[in-house]
């Protein structure tokens, strides 16, 4: 079966950097959309990036972290990554990854991926 594990959140002060890994195993990716959603406390979890897995990874961001995120991929290590910079507040919420078959990146944002990891902790302090 499809595992997704992500790691490297943690605490992390306004205007600061992380850098979050999913490494992914138990499936053929070449065809996948790879991306992160997250979740804060008291709201629905939304879509924040997403690449596809083959090709020049196309790549798709939500508004709100447009010119701040970074997501990437490699292939060999089977592992996508979002480079957070500038970080706020307001980013502060579980950061999950997520795969789906036969998905444009864009397509990640307009239905639910039907695999997703366990998520990570990232907590943005003022």
């Known amino acids: 079966q499809v595992q997704l594990v992500e790691s490297g959140g943690g605490l992390v002060q306004a205007g600061g950097s992380l850098r979050l890994s999913c490494a992914a195993s138990?499936?053929?990716?070449?065809?996948?959309?790879m991306g992160w959603f997250r979740q804060a406390p008291g709201k629905e979890r939304e879509f924040v990036a997403a690449i596809t897995w083959s090709g020049g990874g196309t790549t798709y961001y939500t508004d709100s972290v447009k010119g701040r995120f970074t997501i990437s991929r490699d292939n060999a290590k089977n592992t996508v990554y979002l480079q957070m910079n500038s970080l706020k507040p307001e980013d502060t919420a579980v950061y999950y990854c997520?795969?789906?078959?036969?998905?444009?990146?864009?397509?990640?944002?307009?239905?639910?991926?039907?695999?997703w990891g366990q998520g990570t902790q990232v907590t943005v302090s003022s």
């Open positions: 997520a795969a789906a078959r036969w998905r444009s990146a864009q397509g990640m944002a307009i239905n639910p991926p039907a695999y």
């Open positions: 138990g499936g053929t990716f070449s065809h996948y959309g």
